[in-house]
């Protein structure tokens, strides 16, 4: 690459915005994120939670890759775009993560359970479901039937996986783990067609992607087997290539804790 000293226009390097464990957003940061969640459920068209929530799974067809080769690139173009619909509502609004394993007397996070909150209805306690095209699904509201506490994945079990050097062997157990959080929010959540419609999925699915990152941290020499790298990751116009650096795509996680320190994150 020849050295460029000053950026083209419109590829300028973009400011890295930092992703946050949803128990440390201050204040601000909270009610900024609930600010651009309310907003998004109010709009119909493809900018809109409906929209979004719906590429998961119902209206058909349901393009989530759970359960290929593909589960962990396809999932962080997924996130990159919603939270970029996120911050054409209110810029600056990072995903945060829901980070389970700390979580076992609490559950789910409080931010999410309030029915309200700042005197308005809470958006992330939950959400219409509104799949456009012919489906009608069952339920009309997102639910959870959380599991009884501490069955949720331990720090031990997220670092045996962590400790895999085989992407698609780390891959695999990660997907596991997830599942198991999946069904044990329960309700909206323990169906593909229906969990990103629940506002807790994307806090979930942050903690996945962050572990990946972490697990990228860990592994330097390791990574996606190269026959994967340019896969395309249909809908989203981006490839597997596309989803490997975090901070190419503008985000990057802040380290919250001893463990979570990787070279650069102290
Ligand atoms: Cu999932």
Request: glycine share 8%; with cysteine; charged share 20%.
């Amino acid at each position: 690459m020849s050295p460029v000293v000053s950026p083209a226009p419109g590829q300028a390097p973009q400011r890295l915005r930092h992703r946050r464990s949803v128990r440390r957003l201050t204040t601000g940061q909270l009610a900024d994120f609930r600010a651009a969640v309310a907003a998004v459920q109010t709009i119909s068209d493809d900018r809109g939670f409906q929209f979004w929530a719906g590429i998961h799974g119902l209206p058909l067809p349901i393009s989530c890759t759970h359960h290929s080769e593909l589960f962990l690139p396809w999932h962080r173009a997924y996130l990159y775009l919603f939270e970029k619909a996120l911050q054409d509502q209110v810029p600056g609004v990072t995903l945060p993560w829901w980070d389970w394993t700390k979580e076992h007397a609490e559950g789910i996070p409080a931010s999410y359970t309030k029915r309200r909150a700042e005197n308005k209805r809470n958006p992330l306690y939950d959400s219409p479901i509104q799949p456009g095209g012919r489906e009608r699904p069952s339920q009309k509201r997102t639910t959870r039937v959380p599991g009884p506490p501490g069955q949720l994945p331990s720090a031990g079990q997220v670092e045996a996986v962590l400790a895999n050097r085989d992407f698609l062997t780390f891959q695999t157990q990660l997907e596991s783990i997830h599942d198991g959080v999946h069904v044990w929010v329960g309700g909206t959540m323990e169906s593909i067609a229906t969990a990103a419609y629940d506002p807790i999925f994307w806090a979930h699915h942050a903690m996945i992607d962050r572990l990946w990152y972490l697990w990228q941290l860990r592994h330097p020499g390791a990574g996606v087997p190269p026959r994967l790298l340019d896969r395309a990751l249909a809908p989203f116009p981006m490839t597997v290539r596309d989803t490997l650096e975090v901070t190419g795509l503008g985000y990057d996680y802040a380290a919250s804790t001893a463990a979570a320190k990787g070279p650069g994150h102290g």
